[in-house]
């Protein structure tokens, strides 16, 4: 049974990419809500209670529990609406969620492994990555966001990514330049400087 809360509630880990994504379309739709910050690796007895997979991020509304952050996010988008963070015709929308599920599979894949890898496998993933943006580059510079002339859901999935490539050990070369310059579109935003916990500044500090 879903604990009972007055706000809206996110259990999210301060450094998980998911849970990053998730707090950033909070804050793009200016939703209230209490963040309750949880280790990953020593979840609260009360998380086990209503969520049975234990994991992060965690959204709690009423009676509602969602996990998973691609369910959550699009909750989110169309419970508060404005601003949209899916494009209006099926045909955009359906090409958004597929990019949405390629950053998943291809990129957040080998992040997974950078972080948790052996040392021989995270170095091919961080070789892995850095080839494929550096291959994908000319592809930012088309439009303001990640294939949209509008913020969407992707961009929401590719932000937390992309902020912690420095981190990770990923340095991009200068002929990946609209990424850079992407990357700065992004983080300029105040919906991103919002999500952000203490612990994701200091990745970049």
């Not at 963070?85 to 929308?93: E, F, G, Q, S, T």
């Not at 359906?94 to 992040?111: F, G, P, Q, V, Y």
Request: with cysteine; net charge negative; proline share 7%.
């Amino acid at each position: 049974m879903a604990l009972k809360h007055s706000t809206m509630v996110l259990y999210s880990d301060a450094l998980d990419i998911a849970s990053h994504r998730t707090r950033i379309v909070l804050a793009e739709k200016g939703i209230a809500v209490n963040i309750i910050y949880v280790d990953s690796n020593n979840p609260p007895e009360d998380l086990l209670t209503i969520n049975p997979y234990n994991t992060l991020p965690t959204l709690v509304d009423r009676d509602l529990v969602l996990y998973e952050a691609g369910i959550i996010t699009e909750y989110l988008d169309e419970r508060f609406p404005h601003p949209p963070l899916l494009p209006v015709y099926p045909v955009a929308r359906a090409k958004c969620r597929l990019m949405i599920h390629r950053i998943e599979h291809d990129w957040l894949t080998l992040i997974n492994i950078i972080q948790k890898g052996k040392k021989n496998e995270a170095d091919d993933a961080r070789k892995n990555l850095r080839g494929q943006l550096i291959t994908i580059a000319p592809v930012f510079s088309e439009a303001p966001y990640f294939l949209s002339e509008d913020f969407t859901l992707a961009d929401c999935c590719l932000a937390p990514m992309l902020w912690r490539l420095t981190s990770l050990g990923v340095e991009l070369p200068s002929q990946t330049k609209p990424i850079g310059d992407y990357m700065n579109r992004l983080f300029a935003r105040d919906s991103f400087k919002a999500s952000l916990s203490e612990l994701e500044r200091e990745l970049r500090d």
